[in-house]
C-alpha cells in the first residue's frame, strides 16, 4: 500500500526554520491548497451519497493536529491554529453544515461527550498524522446524519457547538506530492499538487471525481481478485495491461455520473481530457495499461451521451453495477 506523502511535510520542509514569515507563507497555501480539494470533495462525496455503500457524517469541517507537522514549525502552526488542545478545526467548507458553527482555530475537546486527547505532542516528537487520523476514523463511524456536539474552545472560551452533518461517501482526501494522483481502497483520495498548480475547480473536479470513482468501483480490490499485479514491469503484461485498463476506463465513466450529481454539466470530463486535461503526462509513465487520451475523451463522451437533459439527481449510472463484477 502506498503512503500518502503529507503536504504539510513536504511544503513546510522547504519553508527555511529560522524563517517564521516562509513558515507562515508555506502554511498558507497548504490552507489554500487543502480548501479547494474540501470545497469539491464536499460537493462530490455528499452529492454521491446514494452511489456509495460505505457512508460517513460529512461536517464540511477539516480537522489538523499539531503532531502532524514538524517540530520545526510547530509553533508557526500555533500561531495559525492556535491548537489550545492537540486538535483545531482547520477550515471549514462554505455552505457546509459546519459554517457558522465551527470555524479555523476552534480547540477541539470532545465530541459527542467523549473526550479528545489533551496530551501536546513532546517537542521532539517527529511530525505524525496517526492522531488526525484516528480522529477522522472516530468521526467517520457516526451516524452519518445525526447532529454531532463538539465542545471547543474558541479564542479561550469552552464552548458547545452542535451541527448536523450530511451523509457523504466514506472517503478522505489528501494532498500528494507525488507526481500522480491516486486513491487507497480504505478511501483515501490522494490528489497531486500539480493538478492544484495546474487546474481550475472543473479539472480538479474531474481528477477528484475519477479517484472516488475507483473507491465506489472497488477497482484496486477487482484488479487483486483477478491476480492483476501493478509493478512496472508485470504491468506490461498483456492481461494485466487490459485489466488495469479497463479498471481506469470504468472510474472515467463513473466519474461522468459523479460529477453530473454534483451539479456539474455531463460533459465536463470530456472537456477537461481533450483540452486542459491534455497537460497530464501520459507519455513517459503511460505504459498500455494507461488508456490514451482519445480513449479517455471517448469513453467520456460516450457516457455523457446516456445522461440526457433533465435526468434527475442522483443519477445512478448503469456502470455502477462492475463494482460487483469480476475483472476478466
Ligand atoms: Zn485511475
Redesign the pocket.
Known amino acids: 500500500m502506498k503512503a500518502v506523502t503529507i503536504a504539510a511535510l513536504a511544503a513546510l520542509a522547504a519553508a527555511s526554520p529560522a524563517a517564521p514569515d516562509s513558515q507562515q507563507v508555506a502554511l498558507a497555501q497548504l490552507h489554500a491548497a487543502d480548501a479547494r480539494l474540501a470545497a469539491v470533495h464536499f460537493r462530490l462525496v455528499t452529492a454521491n451519497a446514494d452511489l456509495c455503500r460505505t457512508l460517513m457524517p460529512v461536517t464540511g469541517a477539516r480537522f489538523n493536529t499539531l503532531a502532524q507537522y514538524a517540530p520545526v514549525v510547530r509553533a508557526a502552526a500555533r500561531a495559525r491554529y492556535g491548537f489550545a488542545a492537540p486538535q483545531a478545526v482547520q477550515l471549514v467548507v462554505p455552505a457546509s453544515p459546519a459554517e457558522g458553527q465551527l470555524q479555523s482555530g476552534d480547540a477541539v475537546r470532545a465530541i459527542n461527550g467523549v473526550a479528545e486527547p489533551a496530551a501536546m505532542p513532546a517537542a521532539d516528537a517527529p511530525a505524525s498524522n496517526a492522531a488526525r487520523d484516528a480522529l477522522r476514523g472516530r468521526i467517520a463511524v457516526l451516524p452519518p446524519a445525526t447532529p454531532i456536539a463538539f465542545a471547543i474552545t474558541r479564542a479561550g472560551t469552552p464552548m458547545t457547538v452542535s451541527l448536523t452533518p450530511r451523509p457523504g461517501c466514506r472517503a478522505e482526501i489528501e494532498v500528494t506530492f507525488d507526481q500522480d494522483s ?2 487507497l481502497e480504505d478511501g483515501t483520495l490522494a490528489i497531486s499538487a500539480d493538478v492544484l498548480r495546474r487546474f481550475d475547480e472543473n479539472g480538479v473536479a474531474v481528477v477528484i471525481a ?2 472516488l470513482a ?1 473507491v465506489i468501483l472497488r ?1 484496486q480490490a477487482r484488479l487483486d481478485a483477478a491476480g492483476v499485479k501493478t509493478g512496472m514491469f508485470v504491468g506490461e503484461l498483456g492481461r494485466n495491461a487490459r485489466l488495469r485498463k479497463q ?2 476506463l470504468e ?1 472515467d465513466r463513473l466519474a461522468v455520473a459523479l460529477l453530473y450529481n454534483a451539479g456539474y454539466p455531463p460533459g465536463l470530463a470530456a472537456e477537461f481530457f481533450a483540452g486542459p486535461g491534455k497537460a497530464i503526462d501520459y507519455g513517459l509513465l503511460r505504459d498500455r495499461g494507461t488508456p490514451s487520451r482519445s480513449e479517455r475523451v471517448a469513453a467520456t463522451r460516450a457516457e455523457a451521451a446516456l445522461i440526457t437533459p433533465g435526468t434527475p439527481r442522483p443519477y445512478l449510472p448503469a456502470m455502477l453495477a462492475a463494482r460487483d463484477q469480476k475483472m476478466e
Open positions: 491516486y486513491s475519477h479517484e475507483h477497482t479498471g481506469e472510474a
